[in-house]
């Protein structure tokens, strides 16, 4: 193999594959990247045997072939050569020359053969999609993923694509909860005909979309036995899926009330901020008073300190003292764009709820001590 690609294009690829490698692999081949050439491309691979990553790359292919390298050691050579045109030669025994100028690195690959196969998807249905849809669903829902490996089809995202009801267009739901607090997305979407889809993605790829997408261009995402394949721009991403039922979020969303606290977000978000400062992992709940037009936000910490603050909102309920974890609140939030929020209040001992045309937020309340 012979090739040359530009610095800046080989380390952007390498960047992107690199995300998934473990430091600590038990297949001395799953630290390194798979290089190969296409035609007038280079294609880059990485794989933990649950997620692979590939990406094309604009290169001049002077001669055939295929060799796997170390990824970090790879990534850090290329990060120091200075810019322009690299080359790299693969000789006999699988070693391998960078070369840029008056520079040269020799390193030792290992063979393709050794390199575990990616799955291939051919002839399945296709769901096409805008990439700044699925980033702005993600951003809203991601963050309330469970991390508990006890609670394991919790450890990833809900993603499900339904025929609306009424209307000859497709829904698209996205879903997250850890048990304390739960998100919903929900996007109509201009698709015709097509499956109607129920998958849990891992956390792992939710992480690698939200790296890879942006606001413009198309994604395409092909569904498989237990595997989902995400096609966008030159970068391809294949993940094993969740296995297990998702729990019923439906049932556990509560209708909308009347009983509802209107409030500029940026000065709540910045208002829990300071209060939860304060916050211990013994003493994370921070305290919300409600009465007429006024929020009082105050924290007390025990051989730590007090704070306290009022903020004027639009209120005309009942008086209700009631407790959150501060980020909880702060990860809705930051995430949200409106310049207010609705929180909807009922009881101390239940939910809050923030909700939108298209999106929930449920989150539930903490005993203050």
């Not at 990060?79 to 020799?106: A, H, M, Q, T, W």
């Not at 089809?153 to 739960?182: C, I, S, Y």
């Not at 209120?315 to 929020?341: E, H, M, T």
């Amino acid at each position: 193999m012979k090739i040359q690609v530009t610095k800046e294009n080989l380390q952007r690829g390498i960047q992107i594959v690199q995300n998934i490698i473990t430091p600590k692999n038990i297949l001395p081949i799953l630290s390194n990247v798979l290089i190969e050439t296409l035609k007038n491309k280079v294609k880059l691979t990485s794989t933990d045997l649950d997620i692979g990553i590939s990406i094309l790359l604009e290169a001049e292919i002077q001669e055939q072939g295929a060799i796997t390298l170390p990824a970090k050691r790879l990534s850090d050579i290329i990060k120091e050569l200075p810019d322009g045109e690299i080359n790299i030669i693969v000789k006999k025994n699988n070693v391998v020359y960078i070369r840029l100028e008056s520079c040269e690195f020799k390193l030792m690959g290992l063979p393709k053969d050794e390199f575990p196969k990616l799955p291939e998807f051919k002839d399945r249905e296709v769901v096409e999609l805008e990439q700044v849809i699925l980033k702005e669903m993600l951003q809203l829902t991601s963050f309330a993923i469970s991390h508990e490996e006890t609670r394991y089809v919790l450890n990833g995202l809900l993603l499900e694509l339904k025929k609306h009801p009424h209307k000859d267009k497709f829904v698209l739901k996205m879903v997250a909860t850890d048990g304390r607090r739960l998100t919903l997305a929900e996007k109509e979407l201009d698709i015709k005909s097509g499956k109607e889809i129920k998958i849990i993605i891992p956390q792992k790829t939710i992480t690698e979309l939200q790296r890879n997408l942006k606001d413009d261009g198309k994604i395409l995402i092909v569904i498989a036995p237990n595997q989902v394949f995400f096609e966008l721009d030159h970068t391809i991403i294949i993940t094993r899926l969740i296995e297990g039922e998702f729990p019923n979020y439906a049932r556990v969303i509560p209708a909308p009330t009347e009983t509802k606290v209107k409030i500029d977000r940026h000065q709540f978000l910045q208002a829990v901020r300071r209060a939860g400062l304060l916050s211990t992992p013994d003493s994370l709940a921070i305290r919300l008073e409600l009465t007429n037009n006024k929020l009082t936000l105050t924290k007390s910490t025990p051989d730590v300190g007090e704070s306290r603050e009022e903020l004027a909102v639009e209120y005309q309920g009942k008086d209700l003292i009631i407790g959150f974890n501060p980020a909880y609140l702060i990860d809705v939030l930051r995430n949200l764009s409106g310049a207010f929020v609705e929180l909807e209040l009922t009881e101390p001992e239940k939910p809050g709820v923030i909700r939108t045309e298209d999106y929930v937020y449920l989150i539930q309340p903490m005993r203050l001590v």
